[in-house]
């Protein structure tokens, strides 16, 4: 396996490096924890009102994240596939957001973010239609932002998380099917767990820390792109035909757009223009980094050559890891996750999935899945009750259970919704059709 080509120097180099960092985080840790606790306690705040400043931040995040998703994901997918796919790649992306936009305010922000008979598990349908929400209501969980805009925020991560999943079946799936797919799943699958965490529900009750969705969003969509790849099948011609992405400079500009959108995935979980979204941000920024150099450097030393592909998705790695644990670590935690989470999706990106042979076609559980559980873990382990408080009681033990139930329900449930989607209308389209290209045989057009 090439894996054994790594040179010693280079593993001893990266494990010095790592044990440094762990070293420095520890010290770090230790001696701000006593400010923390030496503060004078603070005088009775009076009841929150609406704040200006929190508003126009979150309205900023808001645009971030939605441009995450268009243009953002759908250049990162839509440059990595073949030309025949490129507009159905595309596609996927703009119909998910405005489908998704449509489901979450009929009915999915009320099962998320109310509470209902059965709290521990759903909200309730008490905002169905937004019914109650007006230009100056409130959700107590960002009591100084009008609740449209908290509404508007939490649609932007159920817009990209299922448009995530779409990277794992790119080039193979019919856009019937898809859609029906992604609206089932978002109602079955991501609204539940987002109750179960952010909500109210029975993960954040256990203690599960998930600051901007590594479980919710990235756990949650990797995982569920691995089941539809399984069920799916490999691609036409899978191992034996050619399929380089078309049009790196496309994946490059949506990784680019990501990356600065990101800053309002996680600096705008904050709910607020404080200190806390000033620390998520340069988490962000540092976990980023450090692990797009960690997987240049490892496909550096196995392959000879560092790759634009291989830089963009360690960045994208980075940005995933760094998700869960952005408002509750420091930055030398945040660059220890960066790091680890660069070489270790880099491996089950490229060398795992090569020896399982499963045709995930643009690393979704390779990226998203893995890196999502490796920051979830990492967050237990790192978490500075300096940076959060909440992060006082943080364990891996804790982070390990969050992480357990998200994986087995989202397997399940993902696979029960495909195979009831494949009995009734099918999944792929022709391999006929699949051979001439998606973009044409599904939806009339081409790239010139």
């Known amino acids: 396996m090439t894996l054994k080509k790594i040179s010693s120097a280079g593993l001893i180099a990266l494990a ?48 971030f994240v939605l441009m995450m998703t268009i243009p ?24 998910i957001t405005c489908m998704v936009t449509v489901l979450w305010m009929i009915l999915g922000y009320s099962l998320a973010f109310t509470e209902g008979s059965m709290n521990a598990y759903i909200g309730s349908l008490s905002k169905w239609f937004l019914a109650g929400v007006g230009p100056t209501t409130t959700n107590s969980l960002a009591a100084t932002i009008p609740e449209t805009v908290f509404i508007t925020f939490q649609m932007t991560f159920a ?15 019919k856009f ?32 599960v820390l998930d600051f901007a969705g590594g479980t919710v969003v990235h756990i949650n969509a990797g995982v569920a792109g691995l089941v539809c790849a399984l069920v799916l099948g490999k691609r036409k011609g899978y191992g034996a035909t050619a399929m380089a992405p078309h049009n790196l400079t496309w994946s490059f500009i949506g990784a680019a757009l990501l990356w600065v959108g990101w800053f309002g995935f996680n600096a705008g979980s904050a709910v607020a223009a404080n200190a806390l979204a000033g620390a998520a941000m340069i988490n962000t920024q540092v976990a980023t980094a450090g692990a797009a150099m960690a997987w240049m450097f490892a496909e550096w030393i196995i392959h000879k050559k560092p790759s634009v592909l291989g830089i963009i998705s360690g960045a994208v790695a980075g940005l995933v890891a760094v998700t869960p644990a952005s408002g509750f670590v420091n930055p030398t935690g945040a660059l220890i996750i960066g790091i680890v989470a660069g070489v270790g999706c880099y491996i089950f990106a490229v060398h795992l999935k090569k020896m399982f042979g499963y045709d995930d076609s643009l690393d ?12 979830a873990l990492l967050t237990g382990v790192f978490a500075d009750v300096a940076v959060n408080e909440l992060g006082k009681d943080a364990s891996i033990a804790t982070q390990a259970y969050g992480v357990g139930v998200t994986i087995v329900y989202t397997a399940v449930a993902t696979a029960i919704i495909l195979y009831v989607v494949k009995a009734i209308i ?23």
């Not at 030496?38 to 995040?61: C, F, I, N």
Request: glycine residues 14%; negative net charge; aromatic residues 8%.
């Open 426 to 448: 099918g999944l792929r389209p022709s391999e006929a059709a699949e051979e001439e290209g998606l973009d044409i045989t599904l939806h009339g057009e081409t790239v010139q």
């Open 176 to 207: 019937s099917a898809m859609c029906w797919f992604m609206a089932l799943w978002l109602l079955l699958v991501y609204v539940p767990i987002a109750h179960w965490v952010w909500g109210g529900g029975f993960l954040g009750a256990a203690g």
């Open 72 to 95: 953002g994901l759908g250049l990162f997918y839509g440059g990595m596939v073949r030309k025949k796919n490129v507009l159905s790649t595309v596609m996927q992306s703009f119909a």
């Open 159 to 173: 817009i990209i998380t299922p448009a995530l999943i779409a990277g794992a079946f790119a080039e193979r799936m």
């Open 364 to 375: 979704a559980f390779g990226v998203h899945g893995i890196g999502g559980i490796i920051g």
């Open 16 to 63: 010095a490096l790592t044990a440094g960092l762990i070293i420095a985080d520890g010290a770090l840790a230790q001696t701000a924890a006593p400010a923390a606790a030496d503060a004078a306690p603070a005088a009775a705040a009076a009841a929150p009102k609406l704040d200006t400043g929190d508003t126009a931040w979150m309205l900023t995040s808001t645009a």
